[in-house]
């Protein structure tokens, strides 16, 4: 247990939908970065929060946003979902340092149909 | 660019070794992670190398060539439980992570 806690479990939408999924950051903990996993494959970096701005951003378009807040929790918001959206959304929460390890939640399954 | 490569999957028996080697291009080296990632559960930390050489944990221990771009995972004494995918990461500037395919192993008896 890593005390990084995720919801929902899972989430079922339709194609053009908007979903928000919820993160919240182990104790002691100000950063928040977000991944997408597809089946099969290894974790891809979305975006990365600190202290509530936004420190880095990976290869994905604008439709996919976020927040965190000022307890350090975090929200992953995805705009005019496509059906390659379908993955598993994992956040993983560290202290900010340099290369400080990042201890991930048990994640969201969105399948979008 | 980013590129990490690792084996799709591997396969050992229950006591033996094996290893997981991980080799990677990245623009930027802050360290490596492994990570194990059990089917339908989020990865958990195994291991972080920055220095060269070898790390010990307990049955796993991780290895580190930073001018060769090269890492290895090596799993002694295999239990079934140790079936899962093994997760190699580098950690670029911001601490954010890039990761492998992931290497899917399985133990059996």
């Known amino acids: 247990e890593t005390g990084v806690t995720q919801s929902p479990t899972h989430l079922i939408k339709t194609r053009g939908q908007q979903v928000t999924l919820r993160c919240s950051s182990q104790s002691g903990h100000n950063t928040v970065s977000w991944y997408q996993q597809a089946l099969g494959q290894g974790p891809q970096f979305i975006f990365q929060?600190?202290?509530?701005?936004?420190?880095g951003r990976g290869n994905f378009p604008p439709r996919f946003s976020g927040l965190q807040f000022p307890n350090y929790s975090s929200e992953l918001n995805v705009n005019a979902l496509e059906l390659d959206d379908s993955a598993l959304y994992l956040c993983?929460?560290?202290?900010?340092?340099?290369?400080?390890?990042?201890?991930f939640g048990p994640g969201t399954r969105l399948t979008v149909l | 660019g980013q590129n990490i490569d690792q084996p799709t999957e591997m396969t050992a028996t229950e006591g033996a070794i094996v290893q997981i080697n991980c080799t990677y291009q990245t623009s930027g080296f802050n360290g490596l992670f492994w990570y194990q990632q059990h089917a339908g559960e989020a990865p958990t930390f195994l291991s972080y190398?920055?220095?060269?050489g070898l790390e010990e944990k307990g049955r796993f221990s991780s290895f580190l060539s930073r001018s060769k771009g090269y890492s290895y995972l090596l799993l002694k004494e295999l239990q079934m439980k140790d079936s899962a995918s093994y997760l190699c990461a580098v950690s670029n500037a911001g601490n954010m992570l890039t990761f492998g395919g992931g290497t899917r192993l399985m133990v059996k008896p």
């Open positions: 929060y600190y202290r509530e701005e936004e420190n």
């Open positions: 993983a929460s560290s202290k900010g340092g340099y290369a400080d390890t990042q201890y």
């Open positions: 190398n920055v220095l060269d």
